[in-house]
């Protein structure tokens, strides 16, 4: 096919998307206006599911099948990192050299790493109660993990960083989505459709199917992000070229005082 085929090709395409775009837009609700059909009904399936976050209910409830894409894409994402950033035959890793850290970082580093691990925590387990869920918990929980860099060295995070923990950690919540869908179908009904018992309204365990399918969100993206980050600081800090030069990007800390770190 030539270039100019191709063209005329992506740009029928791109003509009947802005055409059914187009449409779409004309038949939405008027701006302002008190009549919204979708957001009525998502809400009613949400109270009559016991899930008080209806967000939570669209998302784990209502259209679980579209989070499993998402949830995909950053499996893949990771899963893709890896094999690209993986150590080649040129590269070999080194220690990081220790860090000085101001004993001010340090401190309120230290401080604030349990609080934003429960912050992360509870955010992840009450995504079907309030405004989150294991998207945000996780990325939060992760994020706690990665203050030991900041407030001693990257040494100290590796210590407590187990790729190969995170990495099954990973596959785990991928896994956990779809074993929830799958005991769906076991069931007699359709594929991710929400079957367990919706519980009472406003506590943890309500919303039947919804809390399970959070938990496997948050745990996938916490140790995805983790995973994720590890590649990226490794290649920053700790892999260097077979000739003793450091690779592209490979300082190895976020300033002076911290080289090597």
Request: contains cysteine.
């Amino acid at each position: 096919m030539s270039r100019r085929v191709r063209m005329w090709v992506m740009a029928v395409g791109g003509l009947g998307v802005a055409v059914l775009l187009a449409a779409a837009c004309f038949a939405l609700p008027g701006f302002g206006g008190s009549w919204h059909p979708y957001g009525a009904r998502a809400v009613e399936a949400a109270l009559g599911r016991h899930t008080a976050n209806t967000v939570a209910s669209v998302n784990f409830d209502q259209r679980a099948f579209d989070t499993l894409g998402e949830q995909a894409v950053l499996f893949g994402s990771v899963l893709g990192t890896v094999v690209i950033l993986r150590t080649t035959r040129d590269e070999r890793r080194v220690e990081p050299a220790p860090a000085r850290v101001p004993s001010l970082v340090r401190r309120y580093a230290l401080l604030v790493l349990p609080v934003t691990l429960l912050t992360g925590l509870y955010i992840a387990a009450h995504g079907q109660l309030s405004p989150g869920g294991g998207f945000q918990g996780g990325v939060v929980a992760a994020t706690a993990l990665h203050l030991l860099y900041i407030a001693i060295d990257y040494r100290a995070l590796q210590r407590v960083r187990s790729l190969t923990l995170f990495t099954l950690a990973d596959a785990a919540g991928e896994a956990g989505y779809l074993l929830v869908g799958l005991g769906a179908v076991l069931s007699g009904a359709a594929f991710l459709e929400n079957v367990l018992p919706y519980g009472t309204f406003n506590t943890l365990s309500s919303g039947g199917t919804v809390p399970l399918l959070n938990a496997a969100i948050g745990v996938e993206v916490a140790a995805a992000v983790v995973v994720l980050l590890a590649q990226f600081l490794d290649q920053a800090i700790v892999i260097e070229g077979g000739d003793g030069s450091e690779q592209a990007g490979g300082s190895g800390g976020r300033d002076g005082e911290r080289s090597g770190a």
